[in-house]
């Protein structure tokens, strides 16, 4: 029988942590993960399980401080960094000095362009490792990069909302059939989760409950991600993210023209021979939406869309689980193409 994959987690507290953890341990092909946390020596151990009582019963899973000798001893091969932004992008140049493979979680290194990065106000000790390093790390989407991500060494998983508009709209974009002129409106709207464990005044129960607001108007980090994918500029787009009051999914309704009168079965056909073959995204026929509550704790991208009588105004829905498919379930997915197995491997 061969040996599992040793992986690692760093950050495993998080929500995307922890379901990540989760997706480890019933996978067939990966070893139960190590653990990891940014803490120091001799911090009080801490057990996952306690801190969450949903891996009850199935264990004790320790959090042990990020040691490089650790992780070497222990015959680790993959790094999952489910870390804030800035240590994420201290943290990748150490493992791949220290042999590493690594699958992101964060923004750190999903940003080849300057302008986009910028919104992360990273503060890079070594300029040109940085430099290299972004040329190099490949960004996690499957259905888009599924070739490279097999052979790389760094994998920047995407965020949740760009996760979700570009996977909407990369068949338009490759068949040409946008006209960019009238533009691209993006209405986005997440649960709480996607804002992250750290709590605020803009996620606490009372401002959520029973409300619906807009934030990161013209100045969310994704939006440089769903730019530079999709090979937009910055005035062909507009992308406005909304806080749901459910704990998670994602609902975009993208609102373009089309540059030529077509038939639903023309889009139709456009998105099933782009995504053919790609598990985890499904296209809904006309008139037929998707909905959060269908692709909730699942892998799944839901793709749906509505053609105007005149042919030419299209409204695209994508759905998908920010925990998930905009997260920790996609990062699976990418180990499965860096390691030879079925995307599905680990996520049914």
């Known amino acids: 029988m061969p040996a599992k994959l040793r992986t690692a987690v760093v950050g495993a507290t998080g929500y995307s942590g922890l379901e990540l953890t989760r997706?480890?341990?019933?996978?067939p092909h990966v070893d139960t993960p190590l653990l990891l946390s940014r803490q120091s020596e001799g911090a009080a151990p801490v057990n996952l399980a306690d801190m969450f009582p949903v891996l009850s019963g199935n264990g004790s899973y320790?959090?042990?401080p990020l040691s490089w000798t650790t992780l070497k001893e222990k015959g680790i091969e993959l790094l999952f960094l489910a870390t804030p932004h800035e240590a994420s992008r201290a943290l990748v140049p150490e493992a791949l000095a220290n042999g590493l493979r690594v699958v992101d979680l964060s923004g750190a290194w999903r940003l080849k362009q300057a302008e986009n990065r910028a919104v992360y106000k990273f503060k890079d000790e070594d300029s040109p490792?940085?430099?290299?390093?972004?040329?190099?790390?490949?960004?996690?989407?499957p259905e888009l990069h599924g070739g490279e991500i097999r052979s790389a060494?760094?994998?920047?998983?995407?965020?949740?909302?760009?996760?979700?508009v570009i996977l909407?709209?990369?068949?338009?974009v490759k068949a040409g059939v946008i006209d960019r002129e009238h533009g691209i409106i993006s209405d986005s709207k997440s649960g709480v989760s996607g804002a992250g464990k750290e709590?605020?005044?803009r996620t606490h129960f009372v401002s959520v409950a029973d409300n619906l607001?807009?934030?990161?108007?013209?100045?969310?980090?994704?939006?440089?991600?769903?730019?530079?994918?999709?090979?937009?500029?910055?005035?062909?787009?507009i992308f406005t993210p909304h806080l749901l009051p459910i704990p998670r999914g994602i609902l975009s309704t993208i609102y373009l023209h089309l540059n030529r009168e077509s038939k639903p079965s023309d889009v139709e056909c456009c998105f099933r021979e782009f995504f053919k073959g790609k598990p985890w995204v499904r296209i809904f026929a006309t008139p037929k939406l998707p909905e959060i509550q269908f692709s909730v704790n699942?892998?799944?991208?839901?793709?749906?869309?509505?053609?105007?009588?005149?042919?030419?105004?299209?409204?695209?829905?994508s759905c998908l689980d920010n925990l998930l498919k905009g997260a920790a379930g996609q990062a699976v997915q990418n180990m499965n193409l860096m390691y030879g197995w079925k995307e599905e491997e680990g996520l049914r």
């Not at 997706?23 to 996978?27: D, E, G, P, T, V």
């Not at 807009?214 to 939006?223: K, S």
């Not at 699942?298 to 829905?317: E, H, M």
Request: glycine share 8%; hydrophobic share 45%.
């Open 62 to 64: 320790p959090l042990q």
């Open 298 to 317: 699942t892998n799944y991208c839901d793709i749906g869309f509505s053609l105007a009588k005149d042919g030419r105004r299209l409204i695209l829905v």
């Open 213 to 237: 607001s807009a934030y990161g108007v013209f100045g969310h980090r994704h939006f440089g991600e769903i730019l530079e994918q999709l090979q937009l500029t910055a005035e062909e787009l």
């Open 129 to 141: 490792v940085a430099a290299e390093l972004t040329e190099q790390a490949v960004y996690g989407l």
């Open 199 to 201: 709590p605020s005044a």
């Open 153 to 164: 060494k760094v994998v920047a998983n995407p965020g949740c909302y760009a996760t979700s």
């Open 23 to 27: 997706l480890l341990l019933r996978h």
């Open 168 to 172: 909407a709209l990369a068949p338009l």
